[in-house]
């Protein structure tokens, strides 16, 4: 008997079934099946690794998220949850995976989707990017990891931020937070998010900005998604300054995603070019930073106005 063996029949729902497991692709701090049963179940199984304390997972926030994402009727069902073990049985959904062009391709139906999810049950944890860069940071500095050249003369940079959001912070909602376009299920109706390591209490500017960075959408396809989900709340100069907001949210999540990649780099053993993956998140940031844009989405962000 194989270990994935052994660990499927440690799972009640599949202890003592004919199996057929088809490995997932995907999954950076996760293993996944679809595990299908000769008794008609077809579930997935995450196996989490053990090592992600570092990263600032919480698997008992993520499991109740879960929960709430599937009964906002966005997330999969959950069918079994071993605690301690790292291990969450869903159901599996069927569809299509999203890639990066989907995301700028799909504005109205994605934020159909965050906006059922934003409405739903309220999520355990608060998800907040300034404090989670700072937990990053202490980690990369006191295991001495590597860290890209000049990456602390951005501080300045991020509390002016910090600054100009705490003049206007959105209510927060339950969000995804880490809205990859390969967490996004498209069958042809209503979307499907799944993995919610990272989910808590945020603001949905933060989400629409992270998928948006995730994604390497251009500012008129962020518009237009910003301009999806909150064109029926706000005023035109609120929507200019919520665009904007989410804009900064997108450098914000890059500039702390960048020390998550160093974490990993530092410490994992899968075979993953972690170093390219957080350039690919400090190259942009580093860009705009050092851009006139960042002042201007400064100055628009601070134009709140909400009716």
């Known amino acids: 008997m194989t270990d994935l063996d052994t660990l499927l029949d440690g799972i009640p729902v599949l202890t003592g079934q004919g199996r057929h497991v088809t490995p997932l692709p995907g999954g950076l701090t996760n293993v996944n099946y679809r595990v299908r049963t000769d008794a008609g179940l077809d579930v997935v199984v995450r196996v989490s690794s053990p090592d992600t304390g570092l990263l600032g997972v919480d698997r008992h926030a993520e499991h109740h998220n879960t929960l709430a994402a599937a009964a906002a009727g966005v997330g999969a069902p959950v069918i079994d949850y071993l605690e301690g073990r790292g291990v969450m049985v869903v159901g599996f959904l069927p569809g299509r995976t999203w890639g990066d062009p989907d995301v700028g391709a799909n504005p109205v139906r994605l934020a159909a989707a965050l906006r059922r999810l934003h409405a739903g049950p309220r999520f355990i944890g608060r998800f907040d990017m300034f404090a989670l860069r700072e937990q990053y940071l202490a980690v990369v500095q006191d295991h001495g990891f590597r860290m890209p050249p000049h990456y602390l003369t951005l501080e300045p940079h991020l509390e002016r ?29 209503d979307l499907r998010i799944i993995d919610y390591e990272y989910s808590g209490m945020n603001e949905p500017s933060f989400e629409l900005g992270n998928a948006a960075a995730e994604a390497h959408l251009d500012p008129d396809q962020l518009a237009a998604l910003c301009t999806a989900y909150y064109g029926d709340l706000l ?54 930073a050092a851009s006139s844009r960042f002042e201007q989405l400064l100055a628009r962000a601070s134009g709140e106005g909400q009716r």
């Open 161 to 189: 931020v910090r600054a100009a959001f705490a003049l206007g912070p959105e209510t927060l909602v339950p969000c995804h937070n880490d809205l990859l376009a390969a967490n996004v299920l498209d069958d042809g109706g």
């Open 235 to 288: 005023t035109p100069e609120g929507l200019d300054a919520r665009i904007a907001r989410a804009e900064l949210w997108g450098w914000v999540a890059r500039y702390g995603w960048t020390l998550w990649g160093m974490i990993q780099d530092g410490m994992s053993s899968l075979d993953f070019d972690f170093w390219g993956w957080a350039m690919d998140k400090w190259e942009p940031a580093q860009r705009l």
